[in-house]
Nanobody
Framework: QVQLVESGGGLVQPGGSLRLSCAAS????????IGWFRQTPGKEREGVSC????????NYADSVAGRFTISRDNAKNTVYLQIDSLKPKDTADYYC???????????????????????WGRGTRVTVSS
């Protein structure tokens, strides 16, 4: 099973940019679709973006489309989330998650939503504040 570690979070001013990384170890990174999610205190974890492993297709939540870009480097077992034009409402803990079965990939990458089969990382905090 794959293990995930997020990095790249921090404090940034509104309008700034960050690049989050999700580094994977363990077996079969190529077999996993990877999604990015975020969560603020008292709220449910929400999907932000996803990249499929079979065809590299990407998808984004409406709230981040045009500002967030997801990519993957299978040679480095890493998925990236480039975040531009950051807004205070983007402040959250960001998590990456992995799934490999077809049904879960459909739910996570087409629906951009949490499914119970996701393997999670521990998260990285993004704070947008002046």
């Amino acid at each position: 099973q794959v293990q995930l570690v997020e990095s790249g979070g921090g404090l940034v001013q509104p309008g700034g940019s960050l690049r989050l990384s999700c580094a994977a170890s363990g077996f079969g990174f190529d077999y996993y679709a990877i999604g990015w999610f975020r969560q603020t205190p008292g709220k449910e974890r929400e999907g932000v973006s996803c990249i499929d492993n079979n065809n590299g297709e990407t998808n984004y939540a409406d709230s981040v489309a045009g500002r967030f870009t997801i990519s993957r480097d299978n040679a480095k077992n890493t998925v990236y989330l480039q975040i531009d034009s950051l807004k205070p409402k983007d402040t959250a803990d960001y998590y990456c998650g992995a799934v490999h079965d077809a049904r879960s990939r459909l739910a996570m990458c087409v629906g951009i939503r949490v499914v119970d089969t996701i393997v999670w990382g521990r998260g990285t905090r993004v704070t947008v504040s002046s």
